[in-house]
């Protein structure tokens, strides 16, 4: 069939089987209407070979539609067929009780999931959950251009198109309304592409992640979360309060923060456990004030002074103190001249305790304080304290006590 425009305030209910559209317009939905099918792999919205164009998308772009809904179906792009679908579903310039929940895409030649605003317009205060985005040529969820609040909950993402992302949060591409607040949480991707990542965040503020799961498989991913600010100086916007909590991962790099310089990155497991976790990220540097940065973003846990204790530590000519920790015992009585470094400890004061005579020096990347030299543990009473605070090449003397 051609396109089909559902009227205001209406629902249209799909029966099962396939609804295959030619051309280039599939289903437009009015003010306040709603497209409900009878679930995936029952009701099916599927492009046939000659398609161009979006499969699903608002019908008034200008932003004087409030909302629409679409609900219970599957979207197939059928790109194998040689239909070119931009985006199987494309919400743009919407606003509240918009909802896209229970949905299916996938075999779209383009993006999966589109939702954007405008420079004159945002989009905002949209629900999406339990969408299932999967083998499309290019992002599996875009988020673009003033978006604000947007709601991700449950949602998957597999397969995106090479160099991609399964998602993509993007405030670069927009001067007056930057995106701020999108919450995106359960979410799952599933990436085969060395060059893509799981999440990528590009300018957009105020971003909260959380209990996400990034596997990779066979070649690989770049990374779990990659965090960019492209746009910096030109549109005044950054990826400033960025959250990050309950990140499981099958890439060695957790978290590539290349806007602050950062990048979490935990290695190869001994045990061969593809996961790694990383409770919680937000960037060790304030974004600032300047037109650069953007919105101004406050990252500090306030009133609390985190302390972990972390495993033990033989004490050797260079230790490697765990990054799951902030407090570690040193054993033995070994001179310790340099302790590896890391951006879990980048400008966190770290507490190295000791019962017996274990020496630190400064030969190697220890910088301990001129007037008082060596740290040595009296070897009796309480735990003698050393507290150090990595700057990304030396660990730099805090405080001392001998007890």
């Known amino acids: 069939t051609t396109g089909i425009t559902i009227p205001p305030s209406t629902t249209l209910h799909l029966g099962r089987g396939s609804l295959k559209f030619t051309g280039n317009s599939g289903i437009r939905l009015s003010e306040k209407s709603t497209l409900e099918g009878q679930g995936y792999g029952s009701s099916r919205i599927a492009a046939g070979p000659s398609f161009s164009g979006r499969l699903i998308e608002n019908a008034d772009t200008t932003g004087s539609q409030e909302s629409c809904r679409i609900l219970n179906l599957e979207i197939d792009g059928a790109r194998a067929s040689g239909a070119r679908v931009d985006a199987g579903l494309r919400i743009k310039r919407i606003f509240v009780m918009t909802t896209i929940r229970d949905v299916s895409v996938h075999d779209c030649s383009g993006i999966g999931v589109r939702i ?52 993509y949060i993007n405030g670069t591409t927009t001067k007056s309304g930057q995106n701020v607040g999108c919450r995106v949480s359960g979410f799952y991707t599933e990436i085969t592409d060395t060059m893509s990542v799981g999440i990528l965040v590009d300018g957009a503020a105020s971003v909260e992640i ?29 990826p400033s ?66 302390g972990k204790l972390g495993p033990r530590i033989g004490s050797a000519r260079t230790i490697a103190p765990h990054p799951d920790g902030s407090v570690f015992i040193v054993t033995g009585s070994s001179t310790v001249s340099t302790i590896s470094g890391s ?41 003698d304290i050393l507290a150090l605070m990595w700057d990304g090449s030396h660990w730099n003397e805090v405080s001392r006590s001998l007890n």
């Open 116 to 167: 954007e605003g405008s420079d004159s317009n945002s989009v905002g205060q949209l629900v999406v959950e339990n969408v299932w985005v999967n083998n499309c040529g290019d992002f599996g969820f875009y988020i673009n251009a003033a978006a604000r609040n947007i709601w991700l909950n449950d949602c998957s993402s597999e397969r995106p198109g090479r160099n991609t992302a399964g998602l």
């Open 210 to 238: 959380d209990n996400y799961t990034a596997v990779s498989r066979r070649p690989g991913m770049k990374a779990g979360v990659e965090v960019r600010n492209t746009a910096s100086g030109i549109h005044g916007f950054s």
């Open 241 to 306: 309060n960025l959250t990050i909590r309950n990140l499981w991962s099958e890439s060695d790099t957790l978290v590539a923060d290349g806007a602050n310089g950062v990048t979490i990155t935990a290695g190869s497991d001994p045990k061969g456990n593809p996961y790694k976790g990383l409770a919680w990220y937000t960037s060790p540097k304030a974004s600032g004030t300047s037109p650069a940065n953007g919105y101004r973003g406050y990252g500090q846990i306030v009133g609390i002074q985190p």
């Open 343 to 383: 951006d879990f400890f980048l400008w966190k004061v770290t507490y190295f305790i000791v019962s017996t005579a274990v020496r630190f020096d400064g030969a190697g990347n220890i910088r301990l304080n001129a007037a008082a030299g060596d740290f040595l543990g009296n070897g009796s009473g309480g735990y």
